[in-house]
Protein backbone atom coordinates (compact mmCIF):
# COMPACT_ATOMS: atom_id res chain seq x y z
CA UNK A 1 0.00 0.00 0.00
CA UNK A 2 1.38 3.36 -1.45
CA UNK A 3 2.15 5.65 1.70
CA UNK A 4 0.13 9.34 2.36
CA UNK A 5 2.08 12.10 0.21
CA UNK A 6 2.51 15.30 2.13
CA UNK A 7 3.41 18.08 -0.14
CA UNK A 8 5.77 20.30 1.51
CA UNK A 9 6.17 24.01 0.44
CA UNK A 10 9.84 25.13 1.10
CA UNK A 11 11.18 21.75 1.64
CA UNK A 12 14.98 23.39 0.72
CA UNK A 13 14.46 25.85 3.51
CA UNK A 14 14.37 25.20 7.21
CA UNK A 15 11.06 24.27 8.26
CA UNK A 16 10.10 22.54 5.16
CA UNK A 17 13.99 21.12 5.29
CA UNK A 18 13.32 19.96 8.41
CA UNK A 19 9.62 18.14 8.26
CA UNK A 20 11.31 16.37 5.24
CA UNK A 21 14.59 15.05 7.11
CA UNK A 22 11.92 14.01 9.74
CA UNK A 23 9.77 11.82 7.63
CA UNK A 24 12.87 10.44 6.03
CA UNK A 25 14.09 9.47 9.45
CA UNK A 26 10.68 7.98 10.11
CA UNK A 27 11.31 4.16 11.05
CA UNK A 28 7.55 3.57 10.08
CA UNK A 29 7.78 5.73 7.05
CA UNK A 30 4.27 6.52 7.51
CA UNK A 31 4.58 9.86 4.94
CA UNK A 32 6.50 9.80 1.79
CA UNK A 33 7.69 13.87 1.25
CA UNK A 34 7.07 15.54 -1.61
CA UNK A 35 9.27 18.74 -1.85
CA UNK A 36 8.00 21.39 -3.42
CA UNK A 37 10.78 24.09 -5.21
CA UNK A 38 10.34 26.88 -8.02
CA UNK A 39 13.44 25.71 -8.81
CA UNK A 40 13.96 21.69 -8.82
CA UNK A 41 17.08 21.89 -10.99
CA UNK A 42 19.16 23.50 -8.08
CA UNK A 43 21.82 21.16 -5.66
CA UNK A 44 19.54 21.21 -2.80
CA UNK A 45 16.72 20.15 -4.53
CA UNK A 46 18.05 17.13 -6.46
CA UNK A 47 19.75 15.93 -2.99
CA UNK A 48 16.28 15.50 -1.91
CA UNK A 49 15.56 13.66 -5.26
CA UNK A 50 18.21 11.38 -4.27
CA UNK A 51 16.79 10.73 -0.67
CA UNK A 52 13.95 8.95 -2.05
CA UNK A 53 11.69 12.41 -2.19
CA UNK A 54 9.07 13.22 -4.55
CA UNK A 55 9.93 16.58 -6.68
CA UNK A 56 7.68 19.22 -7.82
CA UNK A 57 8.30 22.78 -9.72
CA UNK A 58 5.74 24.41 -8.05
CA UNK A 59 5.25 28.79 -7.41
CA UNK A 60 3.06 30.35 -4.66
CA UNK A 61 2.18 33.07 -7.19
CA UNK A 62 0.26 30.45 -9.56
CA UNK A 63 -2.29 28.59 -8.14
CA UNK A 64 -2.21 25.82 -11.04
CA UNK A 65 1.06 24.94 -10.12
CA UNK A 66 0.05 24.46 -6.79
CA UNK A 67 -3.15 22.61 -7.54
CA UNK A 68 -0.72 20.55 -9.52
CA UNK A 69 2.02 19.87 -6.89
CA UNK A 70 -0.90 19.37 -4.56
CA UNK A 71 -3.03 16.79 -6.49
CA UNK A 72 -3.12 13.16 -4.68
CA UNK A 73 -1.44 14.67 -1.79
CA UNK A 74 -2.72 14.08 1.31
CA UNK A 75 -1.10 16.91 3.83
CA UNK A 76 0.56 19.92 2.75
CA UNK A 77 2.70 22.23 4.96
CA UNK A 78 2.46 25.60 4.11
CA UNK A 79 4.36 28.56 4.48
CA UNK A 80 5.04 32.15 3.37
CA UNK A 81 8.75 33.30 3.57
CA UNK A 82 8.16 37.47 3.95
CA UNK A 83 11.43 38.60 4.02
CA UNK A 84 12.17 37.53 0.73
CA UNK A 85 9.49 39.94 -0.96
CA UNK A 86 9.09 42.19 2.06
CA UNK A 87 5.28 43.00 0.83
CA UNK A 88 2.38 41.42 2.99
CA UNK A 89 0.07 42.14 0.50
CA UNK A 90 2.38 39.20 -1.72
CA UNK A 91 1.95 37.03 1.28
CA UNK A 92 -1.52 37.25 1.98
CA UNK A 93 -2.08 36.62 -2.15
CA UNK A 94 0.45 33.78 -1.80
CA UNK A 95 -1.69 32.16 1.08
CA UNK A 96 -5.21 32.51 -0.64
CA UNK A 97 -3.79 30.88 -3.58
CA UNK A 98 -2.02 27.72 -1.46
CA UNK A 99 -5.76 27.66 0.08
CA UNK A 100 -7.63 27.64 -3.24
CA UNK A 101 -4.88 24.74 -4.23
CA UNK A 102 -5.35 22.90 -1.40
CA UNK A 103 -9.30 23.03 -1.84
CA UNK A 104 -9.25 22.32 -5.05
CA UNK A 105 -6.78 19.26 -4.57
CA UNK A 106 -9.18 17.49 -2.01
CA UNK A 107 -6.14 18.11 0.26
CA UNK A 108 -7.07 16.29 3.90
CA UNK A 109 -4.97 18.31 6.54
CA UNK A 110 -2.76 21.29 5.99
CA UNK A 111 -0.70 22.82 8.53
CA UNK A 112 -0.19 26.22 8.06
CA UNK A 113 2.45 27.48 9.57
CA UNK A 114 1.30 30.97 11.23
CA UNK A 115 1.53 33.89 13.46
CA UNK A 116 -0.89 36.42 15.03
CA UNK A 117 -2.50 39.20 13.81
CA UNK A 118 -1.66 41.83 16.17
CA UNK A 119 -4.18 44.00 15.26
CA UNK A 120 -6.40 41.92 17.10
CA UNK A 121 -4.67 42.97 20.18
CA UNK A 122 -3.60 46.49 19.04
CA UNK A 123 -5.93 47.87 16.64
CA UNK A 124 -4.82 50.66 13.72
CA UNK A 125 -6.36 53.70 15.19
CA UNK A 126 -4.19 52.22 18.55
CA UNK A 127 -1.03 54.85 19.36
CA UNK A 128 0.38 52.47 21.87
CA UNK A 129 2.13 51.16 19.04
CA UNK A 130 2.90 53.37 15.32
CA UNK A 131 0.76 52.00 12.61
CA UNK A 132 3.28 51.19 9.44
CA UNK A 133 2.56 51.29 5.78
CA UNK A 134 -0.88 52.49 6.46
CA UNK A 135 -2.58 49.45 7.58
CA UNK A 136 -0.42 47.22 9.76
CA UNK A 137 1.18 47.39 13.37
CA UNK A 138 3.61 44.33 12.13
CA UNK A 139 3.22 43.31 8.82
CA UNK A 140 5.24 39.99 8.66
CA UNK A 141 2.96 38.84 11.86
CA UNK A 142 -0.48 40.89 10.52
CA UNK A 143 -0.18 39.15 6.84
CA UNK A 144 0.42 35.80 8.47
CA UNK A 145 -2.71 35.62 10.97
CA UNK A 146 -4.86 37.46 8.65
CA UNK A 147 -4.44 34.63 5.69
CA UNK A 148 -6.00 32.45 8.43
CA UNK A 149 -8.95 33.53 7.18
CA UNK A 150 -8.52 31.90 3.25
CA UNK A 151 -8.07 28.77 4.64
CA UNK A 152 -11.05 28.82 7.13
CA UNK A 153 -13.39 31.05 4.40
CA UNK A 154 -12.83 28.03 2.07
CA UNK A 155 -13.34 25.06 4.59
CA UNK A 156 -9.69 23.83 4.29
CA UNK A 157 -9.29 21.27 6.71
CA UNK A 158 -6.38 23.02 8.68
CA UNK A 159 -4.01 23.24 11.65
CA UNK A 160 -2.83 26.58 12.22
CA UNK A 161 0.89 26.12 13.62
CA UNK A 162 2.28 29.55 15.76
CA UNK A 163 6.04 29.69 15.47
CA UNK A 164 8.00 31.11 17.57
CA UNK A 165 11.38 33.44 17.82
CA UNK A 166 13.68 32.01 15.45
CA UNK A 167 17.03 31.30 17.60
CA UNK A 168 18.61 31.44 14.06
CA UNK A 169 18.19 35.18 13.74
CA UNK A 170 21.13 35.53 15.76
CA UNK A 171 23.30 33.67 12.82
CA UNK A 172 21.12 36.14 10.03
CA UNK A 173 19.74 38.89 11.19
CA UNK A 174 22.37 40.49 13.12
CA UNK A 175 20.85 39.73 16.66
CA UNK A 176 24.09 38.18 17.85
CA UNK A 177 25.43 39.99 21.13
CA UNK A 178 27.60 42.80 19.69
CA UNK A 179 30.87 44.50 21.29
CA UNK A 180 30.18 48.12 22.85
CA UNK A 181 32.87 50.83 22.85
CA UNK A 182 34.86 49.16 25.42
CA UNK A 183 34.79 46.19 23.62
CA UNK A 184 32.32 43.81 25.76
CA UNK A 185 29.42 41.49 24.86
CA UNK A 186 26.22 43.36 24.99
CA UNK A 187 23.00 41.65 24.05
CA UNK A 188 20.21 43.65 22.93
CA UNK A 189 16.21 42.67 23.30
CA UNK A 190 14.05 44.94 23.74
CA UNK A 191 11.45 42.93 25.90
CA UNK A 192 11.60 44.64 29.47
CA UNK A 193 11.92 41.10 31.53
CA UNK A 194 9.31 39.37 29.78
CA UNK A 195 10.35 35.95 28.23
CA UNK A 196 10.34 35.30 24.74
CA UNK A 197 9.37 31.69 23.31
CA UNK A 198 12.19 30.62 20.74
CA UNK A 199 13.01 27.32 18.64
CA UNK A 200 15.39 26.41 16.33
CA UNK A 201 14.40 26.57 13.29
CA UNK A 202 14.54 22.97 11.74
CA UNK A 203 12.90 21.92 15.03
CA UNK A 204 9.53 23.60 13.54
CA UNK A 205 9.20 21.38 10.82
CA UNK A 206 9.92 18.20 13.24
CA UNK A 207 7.06 18.98 15.06
CA UNK A 208 4.73 19.52 12.43
CA UNK A 209 5.51 16.00 11.58
CA UNK A 210 4.14 14.84 15.31
CA UNK A 211 1.29 16.68 14.34
CA UNK A 212 0.86 14.73 11.14
CA UNK A 213 1.49 11.49 13.32
CA UNK A 214 -1.42 12.81 15.66
CA UNK A 215 -3.54 12.25 12.86
CA UNK A 216 -6.92 14.48 11.95
CA UNK A 217 -7.66 15.30 15.51
CA UNK A 218 -6.07 18.74 15.06
CA UNK A 219 -7.68 19.71 12.09
CA UNK A 220 -9.04 23.66 13.05
CA UNK A 221 -6.93 23.68 15.99
CA UNK A 222 -4.29 26.46 16.69
CA UNK A 223 -1.24 25.30 18.27
CA UNK A 224 2.07 26.87 19.46
CA UNK A 225 5.53 25.63 19.63
CA UNK A 226 8.50 26.86 21.32
CA UNK A 227 11.70 25.08 22.45
CA UNK A 228 11.73 27.06 25.28
CA UNK A 229 10.73 30.62 26.94
CA UNK A 230 13.80 32.99 28.05
CA UNK A 231 13.93 36.36 29.31
CA UNK A 232 16.65 38.48 27.67
CA UNK A 233 18.48 38.07 31.11
CA UNK A 234 18.61 34.85 30.88
CA UNK A 235 19.69 34.19 27.32
CA UNK A 236 22.56 36.54 27.70
CA UNK A 237 23.76 34.36 30.91
CA UNK A 238 23.34 30.69 28.28
CA UNK A 239 25.35 32.91 25.30
CA UNK A 240 27.94 34.08 28.14
CA UNK A 241 28.66 30.41 29.04
CA UNK A 242 28.27 29.51 25.56
CA UNK A 243 30.92 31.96 23.72
CA UNK A 244 33.04 31.95 27.20
CA UNK A 245 33.35 35.64 28.35
CA UNK A 246 30.57 37.99 29.89
CA UNK A 247 27.18 39.04 28.00
CA UNK A 248 25.41 41.84 29.13
CA UNK A 249 21.65 42.30 28.84
CA UNK A 250 20.47 45.78 27.66
CA UNK A 251 16.85 45.81 27.35
CA UNK A 252 16.27 49.13 24.94
CA UNK A 253 13.14 50.40 24.69
CA UNK A 254 11.33 49.61 21.45
CA UNK A 255 10.77 53.15 20.24
CA UNK A 256 14.78 53.37 20.85
CA UNK A 257 15.29 50.19 18.88
CA UNK A 258 12.75 51.77 16.26
CA UNK A 259 15.29 54.38 15.41
CA UNK A 260 18.52 52.17 15.05
CA UNK A 261 18.25 52.90 10.84
CA UNK A 262 18.70 49.45 9.86
CA UNK A 263 15.90 48.25 6.87
CA UNK A 264 12.36 47.09 9.31
CA UNK A 265 13.98 48.26 12.41
CA UNK A 266 10.65 50.39 13.02
CA UNK A 267 8.93 47.02 12.43
CA UNK A 268 11.21 44.37 14.47
CA UNK A 269 10.63 47.31 17.04
CA UNK A 270 6.60 46.78 17.05
CA UNK A 271 7.22 43.41 17.20
CA UNK A 272 8.86 43.30 20.30
CA UNK A 273 7.09 45.72 21.93
CA UNK A 274 3.99 43.12 20.81
CA UNK A 275 5.75 39.96 22.13
CA UNK A 276 6.23 42.31 25.58
CA UNK A 277 2.45 43.86 25.97
CA UNK A 278 1.13 40.66 25.57
CA UNK A 279 3.55 38.41 26.80
CA UNK A 280 0.68 36.11 28.63
CA UNK A 281 -0.80 35.52 25.46
CA UNK A 282 1.66 35.00 23.87
CA UNK A 283 3.44 32.63 25.59
CA UNK A 284 0.27 30.96 26.88
CA UNK A 285 -0.22 29.92 23.66
CA UNK A 286 3.58 27.81 22.89
CA UNK A 287 3.63 25.60 25.25
CA UNK A 288 7.12 23.54 25.30
CA UNK A 289 5.81 20.82 26.44
CA UNK A 290 3.39 19.66 23.97
CA UNK A 291 6.23 20.71 21.44
CA UNK A 292 8.32 18.04 23.33
CA UNK A 293 5.47 15.50 23.18
CA UNK A 294 5.46 15.97 19.42
CA UNK A 295 9.18 15.88 19.11
CA UNK A 296 10.98 14.19 21.79
CA UNK A 297 14.52 15.88 20.27
CA UNK A 298 13.66 19.36 20.87
CA UNK A 299 16.46 21.81 21.28
CA UNK A 300 16.83 24.67 24.29
CA UNK A 301 18.43 27.10 23.59
CA UNK A 302 22.14 26.21 25.18
CA UNK A 303 21.91 23.39 22.93
CA UNK A 304 21.37 25.43 19.52
CA UNK A 305 23.60 27.26 20.16
CA UNK A 306 26.49 24.77 21.32
CA UNK A 307 25.38 23.39 17.74
CA UNK A 308 25.66 27.00 16.44
CA UNK A 309 28.68 28.61 18.71
CA UNK A 310 30.93 28.60 15.62
CA UNK A 311 27.67 30.23 13.42
CA UNK A 312 27.41 32.97 15.62
CA UNK A 313 29.18 36.14 14.03
CA UNK A 314 30.50 37.75 17.24
CA UNK A 315 33.31 40.17 16.69
CA UNK A 316 36.77 38.76 18.29
CA UNK A 317 37.95 40.55 21.49
CA UNK A 318 40.42 43.29 19.96
CA UNK A 319 43.92 42.69 21.70
CA UNK A 320 45.54 46.53 22.85
CA UNK A 321 49.16 46.82 22.27
Not at 191 to 208: H, Q
Request: charged share 20%; glycine share 10%.
Amino acid sequence: MSRPVIAVIGATGAQGGGLVRAMLADPLRRFQPRALTRRPYLPPALALAKADVELRGANLDDVESLADAFAGAHGVFALTNFWEHHSPETELAQAANIAAAAQRAGVRHVIWSTLEDTRQFVPIDDPRMPTLRGRYKVPHLDAKGEANAHFTRLGVPTTFLYTSFYWDNLIHFGMAPQRDAAGNLVFTLPMDDRKLPGIAGEDIGVCAFGILAEGEGLIGAHVGIAGEHLTGAEMADVLARTVGEPVRHFAMPPEQYAKLGFPGADELANMFQFKRDFNEAFCGLRSVERSRAWHPGLMNFERWLQRNRTALPIAPRAHRA
